[in-house]
């Protein structure tokens, strides 16, 4: 997949633009708060995923707009395409090659990116949550399927514990609860069998990334953490316990991903500039994979990525990118002078140059 230009008009501080990328390496550069997360988040909301900013619809639009209108035109499936999104009301409005979308969510699967932003650290510092929503959006992205699979999981999980709350005061609707088990372990070993596939393939790439990053001299382990590794013995054994918690103790909903670096939990002891290494060999390892499901190759969206590696893990990104469609950010253009040939554009009160 290519992106070949992007207009837009009251999309938060961009002057209305086209942009018209190259195929290889895109060094987007300038001051702070300039624009330039903001073109990057104006590219990845394509991809039919949320913010990556955590931010609301109507935060998206230019202060005192009435809304804001998006244009890309890419090229995927082997001939030109378009998608246009409209934002207005807090309500997003989704055309893909002139047609109507009925939701936002069925631009997934058109447009394929990865995005690092400094916010991502949060799947190695912030908790399990994180890492599950990683792991989601991904599998979101490669498997048609999954996010319904995943929505009607959460969906009977509340209903489940919405359930354990009124047993106390209505104990006779205990004899309901296996009707919801049987629900929750259908949709979740599903969910985790998915996960565990994802992650066996992830670690094998993103160790050998992370490898390269460290110069072969630390090892990245990655795997699955289940929190009841039978599910649905699991749910039957603990009825009592759930029933006087008022939630469901176990399951999808709360396992993890571990990361270790060379043995040792990389949340407790990794250091700033291994974080973010841990978080550029995974969204590697994810672009990798995305590709492999999709044979689509997916455009490389890196915020910010630059600052807290040293020269030689610096060098080792920028040379390693050379297969993809990459846009980074930077405050000086030569610290992307690595990057292999594209385009250098210089970002400066919304308007791109
Ligand atoms: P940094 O180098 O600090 O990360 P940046 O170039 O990435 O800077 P952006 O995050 O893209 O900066 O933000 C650029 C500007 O856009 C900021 O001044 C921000 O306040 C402004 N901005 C954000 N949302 C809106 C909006 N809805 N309407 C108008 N301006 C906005
Ligand atoms: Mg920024």
């Known amino acids: 997949m290519r992106i070949v230009s992007l207009s837009c008009r009251d999309y938060r501080n961009l002057a209305p633009l086209c942009f018209s990328p190259k195929p290889e390496g895109n060094v987007l550069w300038g001051q702070n708060a300039q624009g330039k997360t903001n073109l990057l988040e104006a590219l990845w909301i394509f991809t039919g995923g949320r913010s990556f900013r955590g931010a609301k619809d109507s935060e998206l639009v230019r202060h005192g707009a009435a809304g804001a209108r998006l244009l890309l035109s890419f090229y995927s499936e082997e001939r030109e395409q378009s998608a246009e999104i409209r934002i207005a009301g807090g309500r997003r409005q989704v055309l893909l090659n002139g047609i109507a979308l009925h939701s936002p969510g069925e ?20 908790g399990p949550a994180n ?94 953490h289940a929190s009841a590794p039978n599910f649905a ?35 407790s002891y990794a250091s700033q500039g291994q974080k973010r290494s841990i978080v550029l060999a995974l969204k ?27 020269s030689a893990r610096q060098d080792y990104l920028l040379n390693h990118l050379s297969q ?13 002078m690595n990057l292999h040939s594209g385009g250098l554009f210089r970002v400066e009160n919304g308007m791109v140059t």
């Open 131 to 224: 890492r599950r929503s990683f792991m989601d959006a991904a599998l979101c992205q490669m498997k048609p399927g999954y996010a319904g699979i995943l929505s009607r999981y959460h969906r009977a999980l509340s209903q489940r514990n919405a359930l354990l709350k009124d047993i106390p005061r209505h104990w006779e609707l205990e004899d309901t609860l296996p009707i919801w088990d049987a629900r929750l372990v259908q949709d979740g070993e599903r969910i985790v069998s998915q996960r565990k596939a994802f992650l066996s393939r992830l670690s094998v790439f993103a160790s050998s990334v992370y490898a390269g990053l460290s110069h072969g001299a630390e090892s990245l382990q990655i795997f699955y």
């Open 107 to 126: 631009l997934v699967g058109h447009v394929y990116a990865v995005i690092f932003s400094p916010e991502h650290l949060a799947l190695v510092r912030g």
């Open 284 to 310: 590697l390892a994810e672009a990798h994979i995305l590709e492999e499901c999709t044979g689509e190759k997916p455009a490389v969206l890196l915020d910010d990525v630059l600052s807290e590696l040293d």
């Open 233 to 267: 013995d699991n749910l039957q054994k603990e009825h009592k316990q759930d029933i006087r918690q008022g939630f469901t103790g176990a399951g999808p909903h709360r396992d993890d991903m571990v990361l270790q670096l060379n043995d040792s939990s990389a949340r």
């Open 324 to 336: 993809y469609q990459v846009f980074i950010t930077c405050c000086e253009p030569q610290q992307a």
